[in-house]
């Protein structure tokens, strides 16, 4: 659990150098431009070290909290007491996949930024979902809801927003972290899909 402690403790300096440093943001932020024509492949992983303001860093570090315990319990089950390695394997992993469409959508946009962990953390949270759908997730913090209904939501939800762009969040990488969070663990285990319908329709 150390660990999980550590990548949010330092999730939240890096965050908070950038939120007074303007020239940390620039250099490290997600830049499609910049890492295609430029090879700056380090902004792919350090922009999700970066947040926009303390609501953005809060939200992100307690949901990467609260799920990414769960998380680590389930892959020390799943993979025999490997649940560590694999949750940074998921984190990082997932840092770059859900940002690759954007990569290739905005390679010729070099206006296009963004910031944020988000991404990551969907990645954990659908994780989490796979391994235990029907956990109650607390929608606004206060209405529960199966994490398999919330899952179907989240991806229907962000897919629309994405489509609309009328925000500034990055829905898109909402959307693949998301999807790429529930099938990582399939990537190493192939056979926890079986575990997965077991636990989604009980009396198979």
């Known amino acids: 659990m150390n660990i999980l402690l550590i990548l949010i403790g330092a999730i939240v300096v ?3 150098m950038a939120f007074s440093q303007s020239t940390l943001l620039y250099r490290y932020q997600f830049n499609a431009y910049q890492i295609i024509h430029r090879k700056q492949y380090i902004r792919l992983i350090s922009h999700g070290f970066l947040h926009g303001s303390w609501t953005h860093l809060l939200v992100n570090m307690f949901v990467l909290y609260s799920f990414g315990r769960a998380v680590i319990y389930h892959f020390n089950y799943a993979f025999t007491g490997r649940g560590t390695v694999m949750f940074l ?3 990082f992993s997932s840092l770059i996949f859900s940002s690759l469409y954007s990569l290739f959508k905005e390679k010729d ?5 963004a910031i944020g962990a988000s991404g990551a953390v969907s990645a954990v949270v659908f994780a989490s979902i796979f391994f235990s759908p029907y956990s109650m997730l607390y929608l606004f913090m206060v209405v529960p809801v199966p994490g398999i209904v919330f899952g179907i939501g989240y991806l229907i939800y962000s897919r629309v927003m994405a489509q609309k762009n009328i925000d500034n969040v990055g829905h898109d ?5 998301a999807v790429f969070g529930f099938i990582f663990p399939l990537l190493y285990k192939p056979s926890l899909f079986l575990d997965f319908i077991h636990e989604l329709i009980p009396f198979l």
């Open 14 to 16: 890096f965050s908070v």
């Open 173 to 177: 990488a909402h959307f693949w972290g």
């Open 109 to 113: 946009n070099p206006h296009y930024n």
């Open 89 to 91: 394997l998921l984190f």
